[in-house]
């Protein structure tokens, strides 16, 4: 028994589990994978170039073991062991999507890009204007403080910069943009009314925070920060919630159900497998919050059948498994550059500059809904290039000493609507290793985020040649669903509880006493990335929780 169950530990888990056990609830932290202790188990941090497997690259047991989370872009021997083997958690594509999953304490905090930006009122009133999917239940001033409040925990490296359609933020200092981003900012400002590039706002310490070490340029994020420099649950939030005494972690454990009581009329604990032993658990708690990952989550409603609940959890909307989003990217255009050659950077730094959606602010001025941004990565070519190019001798070797060509790339995220035929459900004729059904996702982007892509092109295209380049690309990479890892959706809020399963807290409509708080949630994608909304919703439902158990109204 415990005050507090919170399930899975990554972006938002790592939330719950800190704010739960800050406001003195004896909290029990469920992971489906093993612990990775910070620093401790990050095996390849340190580790040169030639002295990984293969170069780095992949073995063709590594292509069988993992056909989907190799198409992460940073995917290699340095940082597949924060991946799910896909052969042991296999699911159905029904159209094509990339389910991008790691199952370790600190999930995907271990593995995210970090990029930061709120979400702004034209964000979370686009539904209700354009009468797509529900409204949201909350506006962006319900919201600020507690963007305000994970911000300076977490330390987010950026600048204000005055713009409505993202707001501004609490920042320590930004990492400073290299000579040929600061020749773009001018030549796009200048040319493009409206348009802005800037410095990505991303949780990555320019100095040090809370604890943790600033970031030494060396770009190797994904294979975990011995410095705590990057936002992961593992450096930041469970360091906080273990100094609490009030935090017990159960790796190894996946949710089969939540555990409904007829007689009580409440949702009383989780029962969950050991994933070594095979044996079943029950826990107990007055509260509960799934924060599995969006479909894992979802995954964990659809399992969780009782005479109550026939069709899943907390499902008396029927919604559940409904209104699948992930954001379209991928398009967008590449230039390299004859000039600034006597220049050249400090370290490699891992972060980007951002261009913010520019499209249909004011008035609807594209012949599509909404809009989107660009990531840009502005660098020059080093040694690395040799890897995949013919060479031999001394002059070669010599080429690769210096620094190669400026280049910059450009690439769109686009806002994906809800859509009711987008889903996951259970395919209970397939089973896993533990006996649960496997899920099946069912997802495509829409006309509205398909009519995006030539714009999102030419936008890039015409941005990039405002600088003189020598030569401007089109990247016409196509956008599968899953791809940018960020699924939404599937368990949205609303204020209406026949359309949606969690009211303006997150908290299930059909139970009061459980809360959903990452990305199944979400009604809409914007086209920012999330995980900074992930936990401010996330702590904003913490303390509306602790407040209804004081007043009685959860037991």
Same mark, same amino acid.
């Given at each position: ?58 073995s063709q047991e590594d ?159 994904? $294979? @975990?920060?011995? *410095?705590?420099? /990057?936002? #992961?649950?593992?450096?930041? !939030?469970?360091?906080?919630?273990? =100094?609490t005494g009030n935090l ?12 409904w009581d007829n007689k ?105 809904? $909404? @809009?989107?941004? *660009?990531?840009? /990565?502005? #660098?020059?070519?080093?040694? !690395?290039?040799?890897?995949?190019? =013919? ?165």
């Amino acid at each position: 028994m415990y005050d507090a169950i919170v399930v899975g530990s990554g972006i938002s888990g790592g939330w719950a589990a800190k704010e739960l056990c800050e406001k003195g609830l004896k909290t029990l932290l469920l992971e489906r994978g093993r612990d990775v202790k910070h620093v401790k188990d990050y095996p390849t941090a340190n580790l040169d170039p030639w002295e990984l497997p293969n170069r780095n690259m992949l073995s063709q047991e590594d292509m069988k073991n993992y056909p989907v989370q190799r198409t992460v872009y940073h995917f290699g021997q340095d940082d597949k062991h924060f991946f799910v083997k896909d052969t042991e958690h296999p699911y159905t594509q029904e159209k094509p999507f990339w389910w991008i999953q790691g199952n370790q304490v600190g999930g995907k905090s271990l593995l995210w890009s970090r990029h930061t930006f709120r979400w702004s009122d034209l964000d979370f009133e686009a539904n209700a204007k354009e009468g797509v999917g529900v409204d949201w239940p909350i506006r962006y001033k319900e919201i600020a403080p507690w963007y305000d409040y994970v911000e300076r925990f977490i330390g987010v490296s950026g600048k204000n910069e005055g713009l409505p359609q993202l707001p501004d933020g609490q920042f320590i200092p930004p990492f400073e943009m290299n000579c040929l981003e600061k020749h773009l900012k001018q030549t796009i400002e200048e040319k493009f009314k409206g348009r802005n590039l800037i410095q990505s706002r991303m949780a990555v310490l320019t100095q040090p925070h809370n604890g943790r070490g600033k970031c030494m340029s060396r770009n190797l994020c994904h $294979r @975990g920060c011995p *410095y705590g420099a /990057y936002f #992961s649950s593992n450096s930041s !939030t469970l360091p906080a919630a273990y =100094a609490t005494g009030n935090l017990t972690l159960r790796p190894f454990s996946t949710v089969e159900s939540v555990i409904w009581d007829n007689k009580k009329n409440k949702a009383t604990g989780v029962r969950i497998i050991d994933t070594e032993t095979m044996k079943t658990y029950e826990y107990f708690a007055p509260v509960i919050f799934l924060n599995a990952s969006a479909l894992a989550t979802t995954k964990i409603l659809l399992q969780s059948t009782s005479d109550r609940f026939p069709n899943g959890f907390a499902n008396d909307s029927g919604v559940v498994g409904h209104y699948l989003m992930d954001h379209y990217s991928g398009p967008g255009a590449a230039a390299q550059f004859d000039i600034l050659k006597d220049k050249y950077y400090f370290g490699q730094r891992s972060t980007s500059v951002y261009v913010p959606r520019f499209q249909n602010l004011q008035k609807k001025d594209r012949p599509f809904n $909404r @809009g989107y941004a *660009y990531e840009v /990565y502005v #660098s020059r070519a080093e040694w !690395t290039r040799g890897y995949h190019g =013919a060479g031999t001798g001394e002059a070669w070797k010599d080429s690769l000493s210096t620094p190669g060509p400026w280049g910059a790339s450009m690439f769109a995220f686009g806002e994906c609507l809800p859509d009711y035929k987008n889903l996951v459900y259970l395919d209970k004729d397939k089973k896993d290793k533990w006996g649960l059904p496997i899920l099946n996702i069912e997802m495509e982007y829409g006309e509205n985020e398909k009519s995006m892509r030539p714009t999102m092109i030419s936008d890039a295209m015409e941005m990039l040649q405002s600088g003189g380049p020598v030569s401007v690309s089109e990247i016409t990479d196509a956008s599968v669903p899953g791809m940018t890892i960020h699924e939404m959706g599937t368990a949205r809020m609303g204020n209406d509880p026949k359309t949606s399963v969690l009211n303006r807290f997150n908290q299930c409509h059909d139970a009061p006493n459980v809360f959903i708080t990452d990305g199944a949630c979400m009604d809409s994608t914007a086209c920012q990335n999330p995980s900074l909304t992930y936990m401010a919703l996330t702590a904003r439902a913490c303390n509306y929780a602790v407040e209804e158990l004081k007043k009685g109204n959860i037991k």
